[in-house]
């Protein structure tokens, strides 16, 4: 399981379809949204594919994605961010 982190502006200032775009990616994907602008997503995908994916609800706004899939984190956030991102990955059917 990958975890890609989205950043991205305000755009043109539209309710960006968040849900629409997670549920565009594989069926174990997951987004957990902070302060509207960053999130960190577990996906099967690659970085550019979420991007590519990403680009179709983006309208104007700039974004990036970046995987931070092996980086060490550390910090002070909330309990359900460190259960995100800390939890272990799901294992596909395929194994």
Same mark, same amino acid.
């Given at each position: 399981?990958?975890?890609?982190?989205? =950043?991205? /502006?305000?755009?043109?200032?539209?309710?960006?379809?968040?849900?629409?775009?997670?549920?565009?990616?594989?069926?174990? *994907?997951?987004?957990? *949204?902070? /302060?509207?602008?960053?999130?960190? =997503?577990?996906?099967?995908?690659?970085?550019?594919? =979420?991007?590519?994916?990403?680009?179709?609800?983006?309208?104007?706004?700039?974004?990036?994605?970046?995987?931070?899939?092996?980086?060490?984190? *550390?910090?002070?956030?909330?309990?359900?961010?460190? /259960?995100? =991102?800390?939890?272990? *990955?799901?294992?596909?059917?395929?194994?």
């Amino acid at each position: 399981m990958n975890r890609p982190l989205l =950043v991205f /502006d305000d755009g043109n200032c539209a309710r960006l379809d968040l849900q629409g775009f997670v549920e565009s990616l594989d069926a174990g *994907a997951r987004l957990y *949204a902070m /302060d509207g602008h960053v999130c960190f =997503v577990t996906t099967e995908l690659p970085a550019s594919e =979420v991007s590519d994916r990403f680009l179709k609800f983006a309208g104007s706004r700039l974004f990036f994605v970046a995987d931070i899939t092996s980086s060490p984190c *550390a910090g002070r956030m909330f309990g359900a961010f460190w /259960d995100f =991102v800390k939890s272990p *990955a799901l294992p596909t059917a395929a194994q």
